[in-house]
């Protein structure tokens, strides 16, 4: 199963930005260039909510609604990397951030890291 490790996660200003890491790790069989990989989020009582996604080759992405236009996606397949830049951040975007693999169906989690928007 794959390890993902999530950070740079902290307290921000409304309007400020923050980029946070998934690092991968623990591949047996396949690369992390096998994996597609997202960005998941979960606010304090609310249920987990889709942030982000993008493609094996990091060739093209989607975002949920609430995100777009200020988060961008990426990866780096050579250090096994992935990314989320994110901007103009809001107070209700406070919550737990989580990394996420997928492939064929299966599917490996971080453990979260936690972004504060607070003024």
């Known amino acids: 199963q794959v390890h993902l490790v999530e950070s740079g996660g902290g307290v921000v200003q409304p309007g400020g930005s923050l980029t946070l890491s998934c690092a991968a790790s623990?591949?047996?069989?396949?690369?992390?260039?096998?994996?597609?990989m997202n960005w998941y989020r979960q606010a304090p009582g609310r249920q987990r909510e889709f942030v982000a996604a993008?493609?094996?080759?990091?060739?093209?992405?989607i975002y949920g609604d609430s995100v777009k236009g200020r988060f961008t996606i990426s990866r780096d397949n050579a250090k096994n990397e992935m990314y989320l830049q994110m901007n103009s951040l809001k107070l209700e975007e406070t919550g737990v951030y989580y990394c996420?693999?997928?492939?064929?169906?299966?599917?490996?989690w971080g453990q979260g890291t936690q972004v504060t928007v607070s003024s």
């Open positions: 623990g591949f047996t069989d396949f690369t992390f260039s096998d994996y597609a």
């Open positions: 996420n693999a997928v492939r064929n169906s299966r599917e490996s």
């Open positions: 993008i493609t094996r080759a990091g060739d093209n992405s």
